[in-house]
């Protein structure tokens, strides 16, 4: 891992496909070495705020600024050692196996006068056990189940081995215990490498479970940052995705919990329980 802590944000970013605008004046600033999560509703500028921040997409206005440069301004492989993206939905060559998956994480380390070194195969070997698939190795990646192909990405990306890594809704298709096993890797990796990891998550609790810090995101702008203790709340959540709830507190994290009300269940269905706020 690069020993210099990553500064990653944008200032008054505005993002458009053609001519509809997407995000607008939007300014957020990563903090270095936390998780991360952006939530909001569907079509709220999520996934194209992180494509903005991997330079997948150029601005209409402002920038994103990695370590004080313009993303657009560094050299691709340079960025590719300092910032990596697990895009939604990836699709690995037929056949290919995890362990030429995860060795592909080494590209932007290589050159033609510096080929495959013993340090590429141990970044390699660490990913795989970082992510419990060196028994797997050998497998090929579509014959995996959707939670080992899941970890196959991010092994991928952990052997890139950089500071930041950006995630497009790592839990989509998958069962819900699997989707624990991936936050719980991502949670590994920014506890244990001291990975600044940003990414986007449909589901509110886990959101607030998991991140240090979360950004919800309202029609292209954010609504709200910071805690989760202090972001997720019944106005919020009302506003935002347009449910109004009660936010209890999650007994095994301690964070808040949102409970939907739904048209069919009044108000006062509701089991009180101490410490609940509704919207």
């Known amino acids: 891992m690069p020993s210099v802590r990553p500064d990653l944000r944008a200032t008054a970013l505005r ?4 001519d509809r605008i997407v995000v607008d004046g939007l300014d957020l600033a990563i903090p270095t070495g936390k998780v991360t999560a952006i ?13 903005a921040l991997a330079r997948l997409l150029t ?36 056949g290919l196996t995890v362990i030429d998956l995860v060795g592909r994480g080494r590209s932007p380390h290589q050159t033609w006068w510096r080929q ?54 790592p839990t989509t298709y ?12 991502v949670a590994d990796l920014n506890r244990q490498q001291g990975r600044t ?8 609790n886990q959101a607030a479970r998991y991140a240090d810090h979360l950004v919800a995101m309202k029609a292209g702008r954010i609504a709200a940052e910071g805690d989760p203790a202090d972001v997720v709340t ?26 939907p009300i739904g048209r069919h269940h009044a108000e006062t269905d509701a089991v009180p329980v101490s410490g609940t706020t509704t919207g």
């Open 197 to 204: 990891v940003v990414m986007v998550l449909h589901d509110l």
């Open 59 to 94: 601005p209409k206005g402002g920038a994103v600024h990695l370590d004080g440069r313009d993303v657009h301004a560094i050299p691709t492989r340079v960025l590719a050692q300092r910032l990596g993206i697990l895009p939604q939905s990836p699709v690995a060559p037929e």
């Open 116 to 169: 495959w070194s013993a340090a590429d195969e141990e970044a390699v070997h660490e990913a795989l056990r970082a992510t419990a698939l060196t028994g797997l190795a050998h497998r090929a990646v579509d014959e995996l189940s959707g939670g080992q192909r899941q970890r196959a990405w991010i092994a991928m990306a952990v052997a890139q081995g950089t500071p930041v890594m950006l995630l497009d809704e």
């Open 234 to 259: 019944a106005e919020l959540v009302e506003d935002v995705f347009g449910l109004r709830c009660v936010i209890g507190q999650c007994p095994v994290s301690g964070m808040p919990l949102v409970v």
């Open 39 to 51: 939530v909001g509703a569907n079509a709220c500028g999520k996934s194209t705020l992180l494509r």
């Open 174 to 185: 998958l069962d819900l215990a699997h989707q624990i096993d991936v936050l719980d890797l």
């Open 15 to 18: 993002l458009a496909y053609d």
